[in-house]
Each structure stands twice: as C-alpha cells, then as structure tokens.
C-alpha cells in the first residue's frame, strides 16, 4: 500500500503560478499511474491530469491543457502539477492519486493524498 502527502497549494491571484508535489511513501511510486484529481464545493470530483509510469505519456483535461503540466521523478517517490495562467474557476482542493493501471475518473484510482487548497483570487 502506497501513503500520498500533497503540498503546495495556497492563495495566489488569477495568472499567477502554483506547483503542487506530492510525496509517496510505503511503496516505489514507478509502478503506479499517477492523476491529480480536484473538486471544488458543490461539485464533483474531476480529472485533471495523469502520466503513465516512466513519464512518457500524459493526458490532460480540456480545461488546463496548454495552463498546467504533470510530471514525475521516481527517485524522489514525487509527483508535481505545475499550474500557470491560473483561472478563479481552478479554485478546488487538488488530489494526488495513485493506480494500477491507467485511469481518467476517479473511480478508477486505488490511493489518495488527503488533498491540498488551491483558492484564485480574481
């Protein structure tokens, strides 16, 4: 079983940047895909970004294609979503989550971090 700690998040103003880690410990993170997921108050949680073991492919929602960017360093058990061009609309708490294989909903992905505020001013 794998334990995933985010961090990084916070208050910043509508184009700014923020860059979310998260930590895994309990097990090599190299042999899972790994999603940032998010959810804002009253609605659903929804994907946001994944990359397969190795870093060699990633997928990305509509919505922050081209603004946020997914990777990985397996030496460090860490994944990171670099966040630019940041929108009011991107206010959510930002999970990190773990899978077996590879997933686009949340129902798919086995391990969460507890999650991590990111709030858009405007």
């Known amino acids: 079983q794998v334990q995933l700690v985010e961090s990084g998040g916070g208050l910043v103003q509508a184009g700014g940047s923020l860059r979310l880690s998260c930590v895994a410990s309990g097990r090599t993170l190299s042999i899972y895909v790994l999603g940032w997921f998010r959810q804002a108050p009253g609605k659903e949680r929804e994907f946001v970004a994944a990359?397969?073991?190795?870093?060699?492919?990633?997928s990305y929602a509509d919505t922050v294609k081209g603004r946020f960017t997914i990777s990985r360093d397996n030496a460090k058990n860490t994944v990171y979503l670099q966040m630019n061009s940041l929108k009011p609309e991107d206010t959510a708490v930002y999970y990190c989550?773990?899978?077996?294989?590879?997933?686009?909903?949340?129902?798919?992905?086995?391990?969460w971090g507890q999650g991590t505020q990111v709030t858009v001013s405007s």
């Open positions: 989550a773990a899978n077996y294989g590879v997933g686009l909903t949340p129902g798919e992905y086995r391990y």
């Open positions: 990359i397969s073991r190795n870093g060699g492919r990633t």
